[in-house]
Structures are given as structure tokens and as C-alpha cells.
């Protein structure tokens, strides 16, 4: 009995504190530079620029965790290193991209003109259409790490995600290896 009412007041108090913390919703837009690691001598990838528009919402101040949905097309131009001949190729994935980070405002309080923040976390990237000739998994998970400046209502956030799976679903014939994207946002926030 005491453990089960231990249990009670432990989740009560977590749910709580969850519910007292600060809520910021964070709609915007931005930018992504994406690369693939292809396994192959022959080509090299270079990332080019993407877009993306998203909505997020983060729970807490000092610490607090931001979980998202974003709206991303990303773009990668293969080129054949040994075949002169090869016109270059541009991939194109789009689909939808869940972070959820667990951040650190490091300098500045919610009553700040000017605060600097720091956050990790965890993403899948659901995608919806793409144009490459192989078949492709169609959910991809990753890491990331970044750090953002909000000013008055205004944020920018700049984050680097490696990839933790393989683009394509056969890499014993064709590894087109994983992804890597650079992330650059901006929005307004709306606290509650």
C-alpha cells in the first residue's frame, strides 16, 4: 500500500510540474543542407539547399523539453568522380521530420531581451515521396545537437543531425549510405 501510494504522489508531482511549466509554442521556417554518405570510390554527394516550415512547443525554462513536427524537402547533387561523362544527378526526399530535443537556457531568463540556449535530441524523418531509383526506407531515425538566440519574441536555431539509419532498404546491392543535415530555423515565440 505504501508503495503504490509513494508510486501515486511521485507521478502527481511529475505531471504537475509538467503542467506548471512554461509552454512556448515556436511556429517556423527555415533551411537545410543535406549529405549522403555514399559507400562508393566512384561518386561523392554534396548537399544543397532545402526547405523546411515546422511548429514545435517547449515545455519548461531553465531546462525544458521541445517536441516537433516540421514539414522538410532536402536535396543532394551525385556526382561520378571517375566518368567525366556523368551528368550530375539531384535526389530529392520530402516528408515530415519529428524532433523531439531536451534543452538548456544557458544564458538569460524568460524576462531577458536576449537569451542563448543549447539542446539535444532524438528525430525520425517520415518520408513521403523522393526520386531516387532504388527503394528507399521510407523512416529514418537521428541524433542531433544544436544551439539557438531567441530576441524578445524572434528565435534562430542552427542544429546537426547524423543519421542512424541507411537510406536504402538493400544495402548489400546499393548503399547509398546515411544522411547528414545541417538545420537553420526561425521563428516567433508564443508563450502561454
Same mark, same amino acid.
Request: aromatic residues 12%; without cysteine.
Given at each position: 500500500?505504501?508503495?503504490?501510494?509513494?508510486?501515486?504522489?511521485?507521478?502527481?508531482?511529475?505531471?504537475?510540474?509538467?503542467?506548471?511549466?512554461?509552454?512556448?509554442?515556436?511556429?517556423?521556417?527555415?533551411?537545410?543542407?543535406?549529405?549522403?554518405?555514399? =559507400?562508393?570510390?566512384?561518386?561523392?554527394?554534396?548537399?544543397?539547399? /532545402? +526547405?523546411? !516550415? #515546422?511548429?514545435? %512547443?517547449? @515545455?519548461? $525554462?531553465?531546462?525544458?523539453?521541445?517536441?516537433?513536427l516540421q514539414y522538410v524537402s532536402k536535396s543532394t547533387e551525385?556526382?561520378?568522380?571517375?566518368?567525366?561523362?556523368?551528368?550530375?544527378?539531384?535526389?530529392?526526399?520530402?516528408?515530415?521530420?519529428?524532433?523531439?530535443?531536451?534543452?538548456?537556457?544557458?544564458?538569460?531568463?524568460?524576462?531577458?531581451?536576449?537569451?542563448?540556449?543549447?539542446?539535444?535530441?532524438?528525430?525520425?524523418?517520415?518520408?513521403?515521396?523522393? =526520386?531516387?531509383?532504388?527503394?528507399?526506407?521510407?523512416?529514418?531515425? /537521428? +541524433?542531433? !545537437? #544544436?544551439?539557438? %538566440?531567441? @530576441?524578445? $519574441?524572434?528565435?534562430?536555431?542552427a542544429s546537426y543531425e547524423w543519421s542512424l539509419s541507411s537510406?536504402?532498404?538493400?544495402?548489400?546491392?546499393?548503399?547509398?549510405?546515411?544522411?547528414?543535415?545541417?538545420?537553420?530555423?526561425?521563428?516567433?515565440?508564443?508563450?502561454?
Open positions: 500500500m505504501g508503495f503504490k501510494l509513494l508510486s501515486f504522489a511521485v507521478i502527481s508531482l511529475a505531471i504537475s510540474g509538467t503542467v506548471a511549466a512554461q509552454t512556448t509554442i515556436k511556429p517556423h521556417v527555415g533551411v537545410n543542407l543535406t549529405d549522403v554518405t555514399i =559507400n562508393s570510390g566512384a561518386g561523392s554527394a554534396s548537399g544543397q539547399a /532545402g +526547405v523546411l !516550415a #515546422g511548429l514545435s %512547443v517547449a @515545455f519548461g $525554462k531553465k531546462f525544458y523539453i521541445e517536441p516537433g551525385y556526382t561520378d568522380t571517375q566518368d567525366p561523362d556523368f551528368d550530375n544527378q539531384k535526389f530529392n526526399l520530402k516528408g515530415f521530420r519529428v524532433p523531439v530535443a531536451v534543452g538548456i537556457n544557458f544564458l538569460g531568463n524568460e524576462k531577458s531581451l536576449v537569451t542563448f540556449h543549447g539542446f539535444g535530441g532524438l528525430s525520425a524523418f517520415f518520408i513521403t515521396d523522393d =526520386n531516387y531509383s532504388v527503394d528507399i526506407n521510407k523512416t529514418n531515425w /537521428g +541524433v542531433f !545537437a #544544436g544551439a539557438g %538566440v531567441d @530576441f524578445w $519574441k524572434l528565435f534562430v536555431d537510406l536504402t532498404t538493400d544495402v548489400n546491392s546499393i548503399d547509398v549510405g546515411k544522411t547528414r543535415s545541417i538545420y537553420i530555423n526561425a521563428g516567433f515565440r508564443i508563450n502561454l
